[in-house]
């Protein structure tokens, strides 16, 4: 199934849902992951940050699954703030906006949302791409698991100070000048910080610590966007900033 899912993402061609194939648990699921990201690292790639899922109600409800799902985000998925991305890579993807954390210190325990604070030292606006590897992009929660949580691409904005208060910011997704979703920071998990404090738990589980230097995704704010060639793609949020790509 690691295979399965690592050609998909790689060629860019979906797959059918392997859960309706093979039923698997939660646990298969995360170990599905780990097995298809070891593929990326066998070529090359490098782990550089970590992305939480479905922390928000409308991404929730937009893919019907209602847990907290958690994936790996490797160099090969960076997009240069400002820069392209070829939608030749991708099979159908999405735009979501988000907050991204920059993480100072290994996080290697579960943490308390007091004790976050200590190992974070950034923030900026963020988009991710999700780009599901099933066909129509529709998943159980351990397909999705299975799938790095569809993560695919992502792009974050000049880092600012975690000092800033991240509750109630409003989060816009603009796509070539028009505003196709607005939201706000409480919609994650009614303070962004909580993210990382679930971020911290739900990796510990399976053993993944979150190494310094890492970025850490806190999750979308509002329902993701399908994008098209030619498109350019910005988010921006209060307080934060704003950051933007293109699709060439
Ligand atoms: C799964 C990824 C969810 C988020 O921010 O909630 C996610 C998907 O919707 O395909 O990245
Ligand atoms: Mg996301």
Redesign the pocket.
């Known amino acids: 199934m690691a295979q399965i899912l690592d050609r998909a993402a790689k060629d860019a061609k979906p797959v059918a849902q392997l859960s309706h194939q093979h039923p698997f648990s939660e646990d298969d699921a995360y170990a599905i992951q780990k097995l298809s990201i070891e593929q990326r690292f066998e070529r090359g790639e490098k782990l550089i940050g970590l992305?939480?899922?479905?922390?928000?109600r409308a991404?929730m409800e937009q893919?019907g699954v209602h847990d907290l799902?958690w994936g790996r985000l490797t160099d090969d998925m960076l997009i240069s703030a400002g820069g392209d991305t070829p939608f030749g890579k991708y099979i159908h993807p999405r735009a979501?906006p988000?907050i991204c954390f920059r993480v100072a210190k290994t996080i290697d325990k579960p943490l308390t949302l007091e004790a976050c604070k200590a190992y974070i030292d950034a923030v900026a606006p963020a988009t991710?791409i999700?780009d599901?590897r099933y066909e129509n992009?529709k998943f159980s929660l351990e397909d999705?698991v299975a799938d790095n949580?569809?993560s695919t691409g992502f792009v974050v904005g000049e880092w600012q100070s975690p000092e800033i208060d991240l509750s109630d910011l409003k989060i816009e997704l603009i796509i070539d000048g028009e505003t196709v979703q607005s939201g706000n920071s409480n919609a994650i998990l009614g303070n962004p910080w909580e993210s990382v404090m679930e971020a911290s738990r739900c990796c510990n589980k399976y053993g993944q610590t979150i190494p310094a230097g890492s970025y850490l995704m806190a999750?979308?704010a509002t329902s993701?966007v399908y994008l098209e060639p030619g498109q350019r793609v910005r988010t921006i949020v209060e307080k934060l900033g704003e950051v933007d790509f293109s699709l060439v």
């Open positions: 992305k939480m899922g479905f922390t928000s991404k893919m799902i979501e988000e991710e999700i599901s992009f999705v949580c569809s999750g979308a993701a």
